[in-house]
């Protein structure tokens, strides 16, 4: 019973410093790429042209299906159209929002293709030479995911920033050199509005965890 007990109370903590390390990551990654945007810039393009060619690869021989490997290309397309203002993008710009809706639409179809293979009727798996497909195995699964499906993504997000005083009806894409330092990594500024939410409700507790609040400079 109390052995339970204990294992959830581990998995809880578990969970909590791989949020805390995951949050520390992009936040650490977030400022070393604002350091080098022009770098990031060029690594990412020969990211997005290299898996585009590893889905033409797939499809000839590994007989993935034409039509969604066309859908994943075109979506990378789509996503290589965020890099044309790199690091800068306004967050209501329709190539921003179609490369959101591209990820999570991309994760799906390839989740159901993956999820339910496409088996042969009965009478041509009685035949003397028959060959089953393959069937790709755990790690071939999350191989594919991870480096097809939501690398670019993710760096996509922990690369580009969000002017801060860029409002929704503002054309302006691209800030002047001397308002670089108003310009946040998405990553930082997630982690910062996660950071302040679990702030305030602690505060409303009774637990104070930010040691700088209520400190007059």
């Known amino acids: 019973m109390f052995l339970t007990a ?3 109370v581990g998995a809880i903590l578990g969970f909590v410093f791989l949020v805390l390390s995951i949050a520390s ?15 990031t810039k060029r690594f990412l393009k020969k990211v997005i042209y290299t898996i585009i ?5 797939l499809y000839l021989f590994d007989s993935f299906p034409l039509k969604l490997s066309l859908f994943s290309i075109f979506s990378y397309y789509v996503y290589l159209q965020n890099l044309n203002k790199f690091p800068y993008v306004q967050l209501t710009s329709p ?18 293709h993956f999820h339910h293979p496409v088996i042969p009727p009965l009478e ?11 069937i790709p195995s755990f790690v071939e699964v999350c191989s594919f995911f991870g480096i097809c499906v939501w690398f670019v993504p993710f760096a996509l997000f922990v690369s580009l920033s969000a002017h801060d005083n860029l409002l929704p ?10 308002s670089k330092k ?4 998405l990553a ?9 939410y679990v702030y305030s409700a602690a505060r409303t507790v009774g637990w104070e965890l930010d040691k700088e609040h209520g400190r007059i400079i």
Do not use: Q
């Open 6 to 8: 204990l294992s959830f």
């Open 25 to 39: 990551g992009l936040y650490y990654v977030s400022e070393l790429v604002e350091e080098h945007s022009e770098p």
């Open 53 to 57: 060619g590893l889905f033409v690869l």
């Open 95 to 112: 190539v921003f929002l179609a490369s959101c809706i591209l990820v999570v639409a991309n994760h799906f179809l390839w989740f159901n």
């Open 124 to 134: 041509v798996r009685l035949r003397h030479d028959y060959v089953p497909p393959h």
């Open 169 to 178: 009806s503002h054309d302006t894409m691209a800030p002047s050199p001397s």
């Open 182 to 185: 108003k310009n946040n990594g």
């Open 188 to 196: 930082k500024v997630v982690v910062a509005k996660v950071r302040d």
